[in-house]
């Protein structure tokens, strides 16, 4: 099984482009989740998934919309890219609600925006 | 808000000697989950503790659950290289259906 997978790993963005970050999971998880990690901040949410169509705002969603066409994709789109998006970008996935089990993260998108 | 604090930020040891990080929470948690992230890497889940109190190991790494369900400490014993990394916790507030992560603890072992 590959788990949880990112597409790209790595993206240089001028300012006001926009983009499209990919995840993937093959473990039938329902639940899947975004997060940006920033130095000294530890990882906060975006946006996350209960299920198939569903969508819901974390912590920090200004600046991102998401989709979950697919149980096993979800996407991160970016707009119109502004510096302070300058993050390391984690999709996480968990078989139920994360909070009461472990998550699987990916491998990471490393996201610089000029 | 709901605020997950950790301590230290950073801490260095010799090879061999024992670490210990501590996560403190602003509000009841229903459980509290540890995190690795290798340098480069991924988080990677350890363990999670549900109980009050409740006291779990894997190997050399001790977790602990506070009885007020408010606090965790991670305690490794005789470090090795390998144990190099930042550890998160994070836990979901009661019926907060969200995890908050801790900022980390980053963990360097000179050997």
């Known amino acids: 099984n590959a788990g949880v997978t990112q597409t790209p790993k790595f993206r240089v963005l001028k300012t006001g482009q926009s983009m499209t970050l990919l995840c993937a999971q093959d473990?039938?998880?329902?639940?899947m989740y975004w997060y940006r990690q920033d130095p000294g901040m530890g990882l906060r949410l975006i946006h996350y998934s209960v299920g198939e169509g569903t969508t819901a705002k974390g912590e920090v969603p200004d600046g991102y919309n998401v989709s979950r066409l697919k149980k096993q994709n979800f996407l991160l789109g970016l707009e119109s890219a502004a510096p302070s998006q300058t993050s390391v970008y984690f999709c996480?996935?968990?078989?139920?609600?994360?909070?009461?089990?472990?998550?699987?993260f990916g491998s990471g998108t490393r996201l610089t925006v000029v | 808000g709901q605020q997950v604090m950790q301590i230290p930020q950073y801490q260095h040891v010799q090879e061999g000697e024992d670490f210990t990080t501590y996560c403190n929470s602003s509000t009841t948690l229903s459980n509290i989950q540890w995190y690795k992230q290798r340098p480069g890497g991924h988080p990677v889940f350890l363990i999670q503790?549900?109980?009050?109190?409740e006291v779990k190991k894997q190997k050399r790494l001790t977790f602990q659950f506070g009885e007020a369900k408010k606090n965790s400490s991670l305690h490794i014993t005789a470090t090795q290289t390998t144990d190099v990394g930042t550890y998160f916790c994070?836990?979901?507030?009661?019926?907060?259906?969200?995890?908050?992560f801790g900022a980390g603890t980053r963990l360097a072992v000179h050997p």
């Open positions: 503790l549900v109980k009050s109190g």
């Open positions: 473990m039938n998880h329902e639940y």
């Open positions: 996480a996935s968990s078989y139920r609600a994360g909070w009461d089990y472990g998550y699987t």
């Open positions: 994070a836990g979901p507030p009661w019926g907060y259906n969200k995890l908050i």
